[in-house]
């Protein structure tokens, strides 16, 4: 995503994994391109009608980890890709998965940090 510097609360990490979500009664799948503690980047299998502002619940595999999370779409790119913020989270999946970043901070092979 470029995006100023300022507008990231948290470093992002290349990564890959499965994504599922659910909105207006379809199901969803597509790969994870970037994480961070806030939000994501995705890349859905098809090309979707999704607005800025759309909230749906979002299901991500990273690292043999599953997480669930409540996302609202805050950017969709011309190349299919889908940025959300991740606006509601359990404090144990939060900590999973600040332990998960944490681990792709020091540098295993799947992920690397982005540059702000």
């Known amino acids: 995503?470029?995006?100023?510097?300022?507008?990231?609360?948290?470093?992002?990490?290349?990564?890959h994994g499965p994504v599922q979500f659910r909105i207006r009664n379809g199901e969803i799948n597509g790969k994870i391109i970037n994480l961070?503690?806030?939000?994501?980047?995705?890349?859905?299998t098809h090309e979707l009608d999704l607005e800025v502002g759309d909230e749906f619940d979002l299901r991500f595999k990273v690292s043999g980890l599953s997480f669930c999370a409540r996302a609202i779409v805050r950017r969709v790119g011309a190349n299919n890709t889908v940025g959300v913020e991740i606006i509601q989270l359990s404090e144990r999946v939060r900590t999973q998965l600040r332990e998960?970043?944490?681990?792709?901070s020091h540098g295993q092979p799947q992920a690397t940090k982005i540059a702000k």
């Open 36 to 44: 961070s503690l806030d939000g994501c980047l995705f890349c859905p």
């Open 100 to 104: 998960l970043l944490d681990e792709l």
């Open 1 to 15: 995503m470029n995006e100023p510097a300022d507008a990231r609360r948290s470093p992002r990490y290349t990564c």
